[in-house]
């Protein structure tokens, strides 16, 4: 288990960091325009004009916590959100990537249960 966890933690971490980081310094091929749903979807985020620098921030952050094991318990709980959103934008909105959201997700979920005996002190009722 102790192994499992670390794979998994870092490469989450590593992901989270791609995808900040090439957010951040337009690295990697461009995307499509998006188009539909996704296209409104979009432009009420850039409209928001914070929303997305955010999300990249609080990725970044998580992904290096993540990746360094250094309150990697925090970087778990910062992400969930943004991978709960993941995954419902490719199964709601687009149908697209859906095996990629989904690994994200069952990643982060995987992580609060490898790490759910320091989170019991949150939860105690």
Same mark, same amino acid.
């Given at each position: 288990?102790?192994?499992?966890?670390?794979?998994?933690?870092?490469?989450?971490?590593?992901?989270?960091?791609?995808?900040?980081?090439?957010?951040?310094?337009?690295?990697?091929?461009?995307?499509?325009?998006?188009?539909?749903?996704?296209?409104?979807?979009?432009?009420?985020? @850039?409209?928001?004009?914070?929303?997305?620098?955010?999300?990249? &921030?609080?990725? %970044? +952050? $998580?992904?290096?916590? /993540?990746?360094?094991?250094?309150?990697?318990?925090?970087?778990?709980?910062?992400?969930?959100?943004?991978?709960?959103?993941?995954?419902?934008?490719? @199964?709601?909105?687009?149908?697209?990537?859906?095996?990629?959201? &989904?690994?994200? %997700? +069952? $990643?982060?979920?995987? /992580?609060?249960?490898?790490?759910?005996?320091?989170?019991?002190?949150?939860?105690?009722?």
């Amino acid at each position: 288990m102790k192994i499992a966890t670390i794979i998994v933690r870092v490469l989450l971490g590593a992901m989270m960091l791609f995808a900040s980081i090439s957010y951040f310094f337009k690295i990697g091929p461009q995307q499509p325009a998006p188009t539909g749903d996704l296209a409104t979807l979009m432009t009420g985020f @850039m409209a928001s004009k914070y929303i997305f620098p955010v999300a990249k &921030t609080i990725e %970044l +952050l $998580a992904g290096l916590m /993540l990746v360094s094991g250094k309150f990697s318990r925090l970087g778990t709980i910062l992400l969930m959100p943004i991978s709960v959103n993941i995954f419902l934008i490719h @199964m709601v909105v687009t149908g697209t990537d859906i095996p990629m959201s &989904t690994a994200i %997700l +069952l $990643a982060n979920v995987f /992580l609060i249960y490898a790490y759910w005996n320091d989170f019991k002190v949150i939860v105690k009722p």
